[in-house]
């Protein structure tokens, strides 16, 4: 199972309306809100590293009021 942490800075005033679309799609297991350099922290996760990055980048990337993310994708230890 691949897992990443995915930080989103949204336009401005669209925060609360990309948490609500991150919300719904499947792989998405939590959004928050939060202050600071980013606006909305998502955990993921995907079968494998290739369905990992299709999440990334064909569903997450593409959503209306996303300016820019940060994925970082999480190593077992």
Known sequence: MAKAIVLITADPGMDREVAGQMKKITGVE?????TGLYDIVAE???P???SMVA???DKIRLI????ET????CLAV
Not at 64 to 67: E, L, P, T, Y
Not at 70 to 73: A, K, L, Q, R
């Open 55 to 57: 999440l990334a980048y």
């Open 48 to 50: 494998d590293d290739a």
């Open 70 to 73: 940060h994925t970082m994708f």
């Open 64 to 67: 209306d009021g996303i300016r």
């Open 30 to 34: 939590n959004v928050y809100l939060v």
């Open 44 to 46: 993921v996760q995907a």
